[in-house]
């Protein structure tokens, strides 16, 4: 007995000898921010493979070919064009490069790397979002001067300048042509060179990707902080200890928990409206199929959501209701949309009821509701499961169908399962992003991504990437909008607001509006 | 000992082969990751092109060839998420998953060795049922909760400890001790009852007539004979926590094998999942091995068939 209370002294004494030595060293020097993330996606580094999802660390490291502000808005101060202009048929578009950047390996940043981006990012091993359109829109990229390259398209468009830019995905993103060419793309994808604020240090698959500053950048200054360190912690408890302890500065928390980290002072910034969560309907050969093909049973059941509560009890109150079908907010303001009061769907199952019986379908009929997980979505099962127990109230058989989202997407894509209902928590856009959007779901000739299937919405949106003339472009916009909720073209549920912790001393933080960016150099800004 | 080693090494290369086709087939049945890969307003043409540019265009006959005459010389093709090649994922993250299994291991080996000697010295009294308490709450309680735990209390709220990550020797100590608890159940019980049989046996009683120190007897006459199960267990149980660690290295942001392998399966990713189930099959082979091996070297009288 005495051995035994002799061992337990001894394991105490150990366990507080470590306690005390392992203490030591956990603070962060000044100097440093450290992002602690969820998720990194795919965790590429090659802005041509990764996507607009790995935005917020590429943008980092890269310069885009059009600068925006947070707000989204295109900037002549934060790209490597100072200036652009079009020729007066609109096919031909001049950009002026900023003189004297260098990528980190001390490279100048020529007409030639824009030309050589472009064409990769464009290319078919290309997986950026919006590659496909732009191929289909270039025709040339000329570069009569280091400092100046000219894109010539196939038809007169005033999106090219916007496709460039950092409001949308990656493909206006300047990589160094002669370090790709000389170490090749896997050698790139493995040690990247930018042009950017930071640069590449390290990246450890499934851990972390380390960059530092450089001295002074034209974007930022003399960056605030030295080392900027992103570190990939799947499980949220994790995080929100490290951000306790000091040893991560930004972290992604679930709606949930942000009521927690607020009663300790932890100050939570919003991305308000980050995404919209909108279900749709799985559309058969011919576009949507009987019963949904009736207005009126979209219209229904469209009533019988209550998306308050949905806000309020799945959501935590982090989240608004939604009125538009695919309707990308951040659009609205710049194409002069207006959700009135008149659009917001209220919660009225009694005439939902009778506009299935006046449609004829008053016994009720049977619905397929696929139910998965999305990133960054951990509500989504269980939205899924509310909206289909609305349903059900009207006298709907629902059937959930548990899958992951691939499975839906394909079954969607594919038209497998005419009438089933899927949803996705969309990233929210700019005007243009929401128009390729638009010209991807909503859009007939796209085929497989199609969710509408209106010739009125089809011959709108075919306008809009020929039309120069921005006004005309803005009220096709709007009358896209109006369209797809007056004819009820899905089942819009709410607008999420994605919140992140931030350590106490870490001030002020603009997060932006704009797609999977986070403006982490405006955080570290020195200006 | 050398014809034994040469035909387990025969049937393990078997084994290898036949899971190769297993875990190939079994991938592939999970769904395109296409679907995962690319962006939404991904056309068509996207699709082609990148199935092309991925292989995923190939008869499967083809591409199960391919995996294979590749994977014997060590590379495992590129992973379709990371757009690596899978071999360097590998090198990055066993050695991660190598260390924390050793260091769970470590830990449970001296929690267990005193427990289960002393719990069956002092058969029936106090220590023997904190013993068997011990057993019992390490093999009842979920890991994922342990962890979650010792995470949010020891790391979060007492700050004692790091809560994530590779970061020194004090980060192992949370992931070690989750991963550890479980095994020193096992191993502890393992033990008990086989030091419990020959504190028994006729050997045992001679030493202690013929005057030899109770410690010595135990410690080395008795413990000895009582370790063959024990190494059976931990030989395996290192295999399972080097290769599935996979909850406690989602909790603790660890960055080892058993992550990789959650992220290929969840990605369909079928390189990486290829290259981590035939890795990990190898890795059981091998210890398995080990273990005959050390059966020998600890009880003299166990000789391997010519």
């Known amino acids: ?527 | 000992m050398l014809r034994f080693i040469a035909a387990r090494l025969f049937q393990s290369l078997v084994a290898l082969a036949i899971i190769s086709v297993v875990v190939f087939v079994l991938a592939r049945a999970t769904g395109d990751p296409l679907y995962l890969i690319l962006p939404m307003s991904a056309t068509e043409e996207d699709f082609a092109n990148a199935r092309r540019y991925l292989g995923l265009d190939r008869p499967y006959v083809e591409q199960y060839l391919s995996f294979v005459g590749r994977a014997v010389t060590g590379d495992f093709g590129t992973s379709l998420r990371a757009r690596r090649p899978v071999s360097e994922l590998i090198r990055e993250r066993l050695p991660n998953s190598l260390k924390l299994a050793a260091f769970a291991m470590g830990i449970s080996l001296a929690m267990a060795f005193p427990l289960g000697v002393m719990a069956a010295v002092k058969k029936g009294t106090g220590i023997d049922r904190a013993a068997q308490i011990i057993s019992v709450l390490g093999q009842s309680l979920p890991t994922f909760w342990v962890a979650i735990l010792l995470v949010e209390f020891v790391a979060g709220r007492l700050q004692w400890l790091p809560a994530g990550g590779i970061d020194g020797f004090a980060s192992y100590v949370l992931p070690g001790f989750t991963l550890g608890w479980f095994v020193v159940a096992g191993l502890m019980r393992l033990l008990r009852s086989g030091m419990l049989e020959v504190l028994d046996s006729e050997y045992v009683k001679l030493a202690r007539v013929k005057g030899v120190a109770e410690r010595r007897v135990i410690w080395m006459h008795a413990l000895k004979n009582a370790l063959i199960p024990v190494i059976t267990f931990a030989g395996i149980y290192f295999a399972i926590l080097v290769t599935t660690a996979i909850v406690v290295e989602t909790v603790f942001a660890w960055p080892g094998l058993g992550r990789l392998a959650y992220e290929g399966i969840s990605s369909r990713d079928f390189p990486v999942i290829q290259a981590v189930v035939l890795t990990t099959a190898a890795i059981v082979a091998v210890v398995n091995l080990a273990v005959d091996c050390l059966y020998a070297v600890i009880d003299p009288r166990i000789r391997y068939a010519r």
């Open chain 1, 1 to 527: 007995m005495k051995r035994a209370s002799a061992m337990a002294r001894v394991f105490l004494f150990l366990a507080l000898l470590g306690v005390v030595f392992l203490g030591e060293g956990s603070a962060q020097p000044k100097t440093e921010l450290t992002v602690a993330f969820s998720s990194f996606s795919t965790e590429v580094l090659d802005p041509a493979l990764g996507g607009h999802i790995v935005k917020y660390y590429l943008s980092l490291m890269f310069d885009y070919l059009v600068g925006t502000t947070p707000d989204g808005q295109p900037s002549r101060d934060g790209g490597i064009a100072t200036r652009w202009e079009n020729s007066a048929d609109y096919k031909r578009w001049t950009f002026h490069l900023r003189k004297g950047v260098k990528f980190h390996n001390g490279d100048e940043l020529t007409s030639e790397d824009v030309k050589f981006s472009l064409l990769r990012a464009i290319g078919k091993r290309s997986t950026t979002g919006y590659a496909g359109p732009l191929r289909t829109l270039i025709q040339d990229i000329e570069t009569p001067a280091p400092d100046r390259v000219v894109i010539v398209t196939k038809e007169p468009t005033l999106i090219i300048p916007t496709y460039l830019s950092r409001s949308l995905s990656t493909e206006g993103m300047v990589l160094p042509k002669k370090y790709i060419e000389a170490v090749g793309d896997d050698g790139f994808a493995r040690k990247p060179v930018g042009s950017g604020p930071y640069k590449f240090v390290e990246q450890v698959t499934g851990s972390h990707i380390k960059l530092t500053a450089v001295d002074s950048h034209w974007r930022i200054g003399t960056p605030k902080y030295r080392n900027m360190t992103f570190r990939l912690v799947p499980e949220e408890t994790t995080r929100i200890a490290l951000l306790r302890r000091g040893e991560v500065d930004v972290a992604d928390v679930s709606r949930e928990r942000v009521g927690e980290l607020e009663k300790e002072g932890f100050p939570i910034h919003y991305r308000r409206e980050e995404a919209i969560l909108t279900m749709w309907w799985v559309l058969g050969p011919n576009g949507l199929t009987s019963p949904v093909k009736d207005k009126r049973v979209r219209e229904a059941l469209n009533l019988a959501v209550d998306r308050a509560e949905i806000a309020r009890s799945i959501f935590g109150g982090k989240a608004d209701p939604a009125a538009v079908p695919l309707g990308l907010s951040w659009s609205f303001k710049d194409v002069g949309f207006k959700v009135t009061p008149e659009m917001a769907y209220p919660y009225d199952p009694a005439r939902a009821k009778k506009l299935l019986a006046d449609a004829g379908v008053a016994p009720g009929f049977s619905l397929d509701v696929y139910a998965y997980q999305l990133p960054g979505l951990p509500e989504g099962k269980t939205m899924a499961e509310a909206v289909a127990g609305y349903w059900e109230q009207l006298g709907i058989k629902t059937r959930l169908i548990p899958v992951d989202y691939p499975a839906f997407r394909k079954a969607w894509v594919d038209r497998a399962t005419p009438g089933a209902v899927g949803y996705f928590n969309i990233a929210n856009r700019d005007w243009i992003g929401a128009y390729a959007l638009l010209e991807k779901m909503a859009y007939t000739p796209s085929k497989a991504n199609d969710t509408v299937n209106d010739a009125e919405i089809d011959g709108m949106i075919a306008q809009v990437m020929r039309q120069t003339d921005k006004d005309k472009i803005n009220a096709l916009m709007r009358n896209v909008f109006t369209r797809l909720r007056g004819e009820h073209y899905g089942v819009p549920v709410v607008y999420l607001h994605s919140p992140y912790a931030t350590s106490k001393t870490l001030g002020k933080w603009n997060v932006g509006r704009v797609m999977y960016d986070l403006f982490f150099d405006q955080l570290a800004s020195g200006k």
